[in-house]
Each structure stands twice: as structure tokens, then as C-alpha cells.
């Protein structure tokens, strides 16, 4: 599967940014799909995940309540909704997908067959 993430821009503390990962091929339903973050001198981070089929929802404790994963299976997409936006927020988000990865594994980089290309977000203050 392909990998196209876009949506990122400059926004200002408190403002909103929806990204978008689109994926190839046809069976996009039976991926599970993620979204990590990297910001400069950090190592990559998760963020929030979904389980195939529009299954449970998974976020990492410094986005819970601001950040919405969401996936529309009928357009091959998966969203991030990303409210009340934060300086530290700042960094490359990056989708990720995989088939098989089980639940203990979601929050690992290394455990996601697939990867987007990146797009940057930055949040002024």
C-alpha cells in the first residue's frame, strides 16, 4: 500500500488542522492506520491509531481530547482532526499503515510496515 499525507500548514496556538492520509489499492479497509510525529532533535512519537474496519481508537496521553482519528473506507482515507493546537505540537506527522500489528505493538515506529511521506505542522505561539 501507498502513502499520501497532506494537510499540514501554520496555524497559531489554539487553532485547528484536519490532515489526510490517503492509500492506495483496494483493500484499505484491512489495514489498521496510524498517525506518528517527529519534531526536531526528538524521536518519532505516536499519536493515534485506528483498527481496521473503523474499529477502537487509540491516542497518545498528550493529544486525548484534542486530536480525532477518523477513517472513511469508501474514500481509502484516514484523518486526524487536530483541535486546541499547541507549540509542542510542531513537528512532521506521518501516517503509517499495517494489517497485522497486534495491540501491544500500536505505539511502536518499527512494528508499521507502511509509511506516508510527511507533512509538517507547525504551531506559533
Known amino acids: 500500500v501507498q502513502l499520501q499525507a497532506s494537510g499540514g500548514g501554520l496555524v497559531q496556538t489554539g487553532g485547528s488542522l484536519r490532515l489526510s492520509c490517503a492509500a492506495s489499492?483496494?483493500?484499505?479497509?484491512?489495514?489498521?492506520m496510524a498517525w506518528f510525529r517527529q519534531a526536531p532533535g526528538r524521536e518519532r512519537e505516536f499519536v493515534a491509531a485506528?483498527?481496521?474496519?473503523?474499529?477502537?481508537?487509540y491516542y497518545a496521553d498528550s493529544v486525548k481530547g484534542r486530536f480525532t482519528i477518523s477513517r472513511d473506507n469508501a474514500k481509502n482515507t484516514v484523518y486526524l482532526q487536530m483541535n486546541s493546537l499547541k507549540p509542542e505540537d510542531t513537528a512532521v506527522y506521518y501516517c503509517?499503515?499495517?494489517?497485522?500489528?497486534?495491540?501491544?505493538?500500536?505505539?511502536?515506529?518499527?512494528?508499521?510496515?507502511?509509511w506516508g511521506q510527511g507533512t509538517q505542522v507547525t504551531v506559533s505561539s
Open positions: 485506528t483498527r481496521s474496519n473503523g474499529g477502537r481508537t
Open positions: 503509517a499503515a499495517d494489517q497485522g500489528i497486534i495491540l501491544s505493538d500500536l505505539r511502536r515506529g518499527d512494528a508499521w510496515d507502511y
Open positions: 489499492g483496494r483493500t484499505f479497509s484491512r489495514y489498521n
